[in-house]
C-alpha cells in the first residue's frame, strides 16, 4: 500500500472513531440520521455544487445507478447502526460491524473485482479480523453471563453489528468499483449519494413535525459534528481506493477500532481495557502487514 494511501487511512480512521462516538452519545434514530444528512447537504453545498457543475453532465445511467445503490446502502447501514447503538454497547457494535465489513469486502474485492493479495496481506487482514474480536469481547460474547440483561444486550451488539457489516462490505464495494474504474469523484459521489438518502429519510422528520423539534433541540450538537466531519472520514478512504487495492484499505480502516477502544472505554465506560489494548495490538499489526504486503 502507498504511504499516502495509508495515511489518508490513519486519518480517516482518527475522525471516523470520533464521530461514532458521538453518535453513539446522541442515542439518536432514523431521524438522527436526516439530522445528519441535512447538515451535510448545507455545510458541503458549495463543494458539492462546484464539483457538481463540471462532472455530473457527464455522467450517464451507469454513474447514477452507482449512486442510487450507494445511497440506499448506507442508508440502510446508518440506520440500522444507529438502532444498534441505541440496543447495545459501542464496543461490541462497532467492533463487529467494522470486523466483519472489511473481511467481506475483501473477500468480494479479490473474488469479483480480480485484486491480488500477498501472503503477508492476507495474515494482515486475519490479524485485523481477530483484534476486532478481541475489542468485541474476545471469548466472552459467547460465555454466557450471570447477568440475563447483559448477555440478551451483548446478543443483539453482536446481530446488529454483523448486520452492519454486510452493509459496510456492499457500499465498499459499489464505491470502490465506482472511484476506481469508473473514475467518479469521492466527494461528488459521496455528496450525491446524501441527496439521495434524504429523499427517504426526510419524511421520517417531517411526518411528527413537534417531536422532531424536540430532538434536534437535544441533539443538534452532536448532529452538526457527525455532519460535518463524517464525510470528510470515508472521502479519505475513497481517495485511498484510488491508489490502493480495496482489499487492502478496507481492513486498514480498521485501525480506527484502535482509536474507538481507548476513546469508547474512556468516554462511555464500556469494557475491558486490557482486552482492548490487545486487540488493538492486533489491528495495529494487521495494518501494518497489509502496508508492507
Known amino acids: 500500500m502507498p504511504a499516502s494511501a495509508l495515511a489518508l487511512v490513519l486519518l480517516a ?42 462532472q455530473i453532465p457527464a455522467w450517464g445511467r451507469t454513474e447514477w445507478l452507482l449512486v442510487a445503490a450507494s445511497a440506499a446502502l448506507h442508508t440502510l447501514y446508518y440506520i440500522v447502526l444507529l438502532r444498534g447503538y441505541r440496543k447495545a454497547d459501542l464496543t461490541v457494535v462497532y467492533p463487529l ?15 469479483f473485482l480480480g485484486e491480488q493479495i500477498s501472503t503477508l496481506g492476507a495474515t494482515g487482514i486475519a490479524g485485523v479480523v481477530v483484534g476486532v474480536f478481541l475489542i468485541a469481547g474476545g471469548p466472552g460474547l459467547w460465555r454466557a453471563t450471570h447477568d440475563p440483561e447483559r448477555r440478551q444486550r451483548i446478543h443483539k451488539g453482536m446481530l446488529y453489528g454483523v448486520i452492519t457489516g454486510v452493509f459496510i462490505a456492499s457500499y465498499t464495494v459499489v464505491d470502490g468499483y465506482a472511484v476506481k474504474f469508473l473514475l467518479m469523484s469521492p466527494i461528488l459521489l459521496d455528496y450525491m449519494g446524501n441527496l439521495l438518502r434524504l429523499v427517504v429519510l426526510v419524511p421520517t422528520v417531517v411526518r411528527d413535525m413537534p417531536a422532531a423539534a424536540i430532538l434536534w433541540q437535544r441533539q443538534w450538537k452532536y448532529a452538526v459534528f457527525v455532519g460535518i466531519i463524517s464525510p470528510v472520514s470515508y472521502v479519505l478512504v475513497l481517495y485511498a481506493m484510488q491508489t490502493a487495492p480495496l482489499s487492502h484499505v478496507a481492513p486498514a480502516r480498521e485501525i480506527s477500532m484502535l482509536f474507538a477502544a481507548l476513546m469508547g472505554g474512556q468516554l462511555l465506560g464500556e469494557g475491558d481495557r486490557v482486552l482492548r489494548l490487545l486487540g488493538a495490538a492486533f489491528i495495529g499489526a494487521g495494518v501494518m502487514a497489509l502496508a508492507i504486503g
Not at 472513531?17 to 453545498?45: C, P, Q
Not at 475483501?106 to 473474488?111: D, E, L, P
Open 13 to 54: 480512521g482518527l475522525i471516523h472513531a470520533s464521530w461514532n462516538i458521538a453518535a453513539k452519545k446522541a442515542g439518536g434514530d432514523v431521524r438522527f440520521a436526516t439530522f445528519t444528512g441535512l447538515v451535510m447537504m448545507v455545510f458541503w453545498a458549495p463543494l458539492g455544487f462546484w464539483l457538481g457543475l463540471d
Open 97 to 111: 460491524a467494522r470486523g466483519s465489513g472489511p473481511l467481506l469486502s475483501s473477500m468480494a474485492a479479490i473474488f
